[in-house]
């Protein structure tokens, strides 16, 4: 197998580093890609608003995913658990004696590979992987790259590799972290994730005092998007998407329909723990039904962290709360939801394109479809319908 470790400070994780361990690992045609934050770097000093290491831990861990959800780009906690100064020839020796049977490769940007001699060990780096370096922007000269290969293969018997990179990857850490302190919201969205951006305003990071309970709509998705996988979040737009052209139609408030889409999933990927720990904390009664099956939990700790974190009105709270069963006597809002998470784009089952047709046309003939689906997937597959979804259904009916 062929791995890659690319290390970093990471403070933050911006697009050009997504970008960079992207192409890097195609273009390297690496199986596995081992992204390491740095705890201590020892050719610079961080700054004193810097994210703490475990901060920019988690910070890499939302990358990596966006990056490869496969699996195949992973974050690796080492150099964190080592104290003093994160030398990458300890790092690499590490990881050989984890993949004694593999070929590894350090790769790293045209700026660390032109100054590799000055390195800590860059001969003990060399005689256990393989040392590549990438241009950080289309029409950066590869000749001093290629130049520094032969030099690095000459005096230390290095393999070597020289990529250059079809996609600008030149983004500064310190021009970010001075945007974040400016709150320049535009230039950030052309830097940043969203995810990684939303986990910086939930952790206050980089001196961001942010009241959660008066985000823009762009925060709060940044935010939402920050608490999930990046898998779910497709979704998520999804529904907002859906969830707004209903609003319009249907007359209810558009503002509250898009926020209850963008927070309706926010605690999806919540364990079971965390879950629990929510529901003691906002007294959230879970009935029979609903302890035995984890995909109801994150509907009502979803509406929880709307209310408690969030600060969005009851509204909100109940569409979340009741999106994933329905209820008796649904408010237009509470039917929004429910139709836009069932029947948003990238849904792809037998009978959504019906669903989505009658959504535009009678609303609660659509609703009423929609439970008589989930009750009959319910029973389908040996489980008990909620009360709730057959109050829904009975309380259209009549």
């Known amino acids: 197998m062929k791995i890659g470790m690319y290390g970093g400070t990471f403070d933050p994780p911006h697009l050009g580093h997504m970008l960079a361990a992207k192409w890097a690992k195609e273009l390297l045609s690496l199986d596995k890609l081992i ?13 004193d608003c810097s994210a703490s290491p475990e901060a920019r831990l988690e910070m890499a861990r939302l990358v990596a995913l966006a990056i490869e959800p496969t699996g195949s780009v992973t974050v690796s906690d080492c150099e ?101 302190e400016r709150g320049d919201n535009t230039a950030l969205s052309k830097l940043l994730w969203s995810p990684v951006y939303g986990y910086i305003l939930r952790h206050s990071l980089y001196g961001m005092q942010v ?23 497709p979704h998520v737009q999804g529904t907002e ?87 008796g006597n649904m408010t237009t809002l509470e039917k929004i939801l429910y139709l836009a998470d069932y029947m948003e784009p990238h849904r792809d089952f037998p009978g959504v394109e019906r669903l989505r047709e009658l959504a535009y046309v009678d609303l609660d003939a659509a609703v009423a479809l929609g439970c008589e689906m989930s009750i009959e997937e319910m029973k389908e597959k040996g489980r008990p319908v909620h009360p709730n979804t057959q109050a829904a259904l009975d309380s259209l009916r009549r």
């Open 35 to 47: 992204v390491i934050p740095t705890r201590t770097p020892p050719h610079k000093e961080l700054d």
């Open 241 to 327: 998407e859906e969830a707004v052209k209903l609003a319009k139609l249907w007359g209810a408030d558009v503002k509250n329909a898009r926020r209850a889409a963008i927070l309706h999933d926010c605690t999806k990927y919540y364990s079971v723990d965390e879950h629990m720990a929510l529901c003691e904390r906002y007294d959230i009664p879970l009935d029979p039904i609903e302890k035995g099956s984890e995909k109801l939990f994150h509907a009502k700790t979803g509406a929880a962290l709307a209310c408690h974190l969030f600060g969005e009105p009851e509204e909100v709270q109940a569409a979340i709360y009741y999106h994933t069963t329905g209820k």
């Open 80 to 180: 964190l658990c080592r104290e003093g100064k994160s030398y990458t020839a300890d790092t690499v020796e590490e990881l050989f004696r984890q993949y004694p049977e593999d070929e590894l490769w350090v790769v790293m940007g045209s700026d660390m590979f032109l100054t590799f001699e000055q390195w800590q060990e860059p001969e003990r780096i060399c005689a256990l992987a393989g040392v590549c370096g990438f241009t950080r922007a289309p029409g950066e000269a590869v000749a001093p790259l290629k130049e520094q290969a032969k030099r690095l293969q000459e005096r230390y018997g290095a393999k070597t590799a020289v990529l250059s990179l079809p996609e600008d990857v030149n983004v500064s850490s310190t021009e970010i972290r001075e945007l974040l």
């Open 211 to 233: 009241d959660l309970k008066h985000l823009t709509d762009e925060q709060l998705r940044a935010v939402s998007y920050s608490m999930m996988l990046p898998k779910r979040i």
